[in-house]
């Protein structure tokens, strides 16, 4: 989803496939991944394209979510130059991610297993590692299941509010009361 100007969201039938039981079995999980939009698109029309998961392409163990992987790119125009990537090891599988040369901005967040990466293991939790396009070396310490992303630097400033992230104060401000205006009207039909 591209929130632009102004969305609400619960994920409602994501939550409660989660609460329907573990990953696993029977529940669902999710990881939601949040890009500073650049300056054109910060406050526009939201947008919420949906691909098929037949035309998710993979590459080796990885499917590409977001973005682009060696040759493959997902069929969602890009917003940043990016890879977002679901990969799936067996125990004692080993990769090595090297990410494109302007990518400095490194995460991975494991949904289930272990993994060594680069000399560290890391269980599940989400890692931030420091600014570097060094590639990671990354070995599946039991069946593992993890997101791994890289990108450029936001090449803007980021002004903080409550609910979301722009440019400038001014951005923030519209923003925000695109926010309270789309609650407003949810309120307003009885939806909130």
């Known amino acids: 989803m591209q929130a632009g100007g102004a969305v609400w969201h619960t994920g409602g039938p994501l939550l409660e496939a989660i609460r329907g039981g573990e990953p696993g079995r029977g529940g669902i999980s999710g990881f939601q991944l949040w890009l500073a ?13 949906y691909v098929d998961a037949a035309a ?7 499917r590409v979510i977001l973005g682009r992987h060696d040759s493959a790119t997902i069929p969602i125009p890009p917003i940043a130059d990016l890879s977002n990537l679901q990969i799936t090891l067996a125990a004692g599988e080993r990769i090595t991610y ?3 040369s302007a990518h400095s901005v490194l995460w991975l967040v494991i949904g289930s297993g272990a993994l060594r990466v680069s000399g560290t293991s890391l269980g599940m939790e989400l890692e931030v590692f420091d600014e570097s396009n060094a590639p990671l070396r990354i070995e ?13 630097p936001h090449p803007h400033p980021l002004v903080l509010g409550h609910y979301s992230v722009h440019t400038t104060a ?3 401000a519209a923003g925000e009361s695109g926010v309270r205006l789309v609650r407003e009207r949810l309120r307003a039909d009885g939806r909130f």
């Open 37 to 49: 939009l650049p300056p054109s698109l910060e406050l526009s029309e939201p947008e919420s394209p």
């Open 98 to 100: 090297r990410p494109p």
């Open 56 to 62: 998710v392409p993979q590459v080796g163990p990885a």
């Open 140 to 152: 599946a310490e039991v069946a593992t299941e993890f997101v791994l992303g890289s990108a450029m």
């Open 170 to 172: 001014s951005a923030l």
